[in-house]
């Protein structure tokens, strides 16, 4: 067996092939490869990684993961918590390759989730008469369209069985009013 670097070592090696989702870098001593995703090549987002290296540059990288996958032996490397320059361990702790590993575990797909807005204001604005927000923070133009909040459906409901209710009562008070003038 190869003599394959320790967990968290950092060492400089020779980039063999860069692909659209990393590079995969050469390491000293043996004849393996180790990939670096384009995600852990710098600490700013990467949309390609060919911008940030090239076949034959020599990166200084740390071995953050080793795992075996269909028996083989697949190895992580890191460039954004290693010095480019002088090859100082940026993260000695290992802590952001700790929340980095914690982010991908607790992501979750909420797009199914239905989206509702839990604060509403319940205010009128003294600009324009729209309900729902302040007058600095008012975009109408004098003369312009007025905009305001959309009713929730319930809100719609109760206003129009108040409606309902107002016209019959305002109907029986009418009734009620000829009554007593004749």
Known sequence: MEALPELYAIFQGEVATVTEYGAFIKIPGCRK???VHKTHM???RVDKPSEIVDV??????KLIRKEMKDDKLKLSLSMKVVNQGTG???DPNNVSLD???RKKRMFRDYTSQK???EAVLNTVCKKCGCKGHFAK???VQPGGTKYSLIPEEEEEEVAAAGYERDKKTSVADDSSKKRKKV
């Open 33 to 35: 490869q180790g990939l």
């Open 42 to 44: 710098s600490s700013c």
């Open 56 to 61: 034959g540059d020599k990166v200084w990288v």
């Open 88 to 90: 100082k361990d940026l």
């Open 99 to 101: 929340q980095d590993e």
């Open 115 to 117: 989206i509702t807005l």
């Open 137 to 139: 923070e008012c975009f």
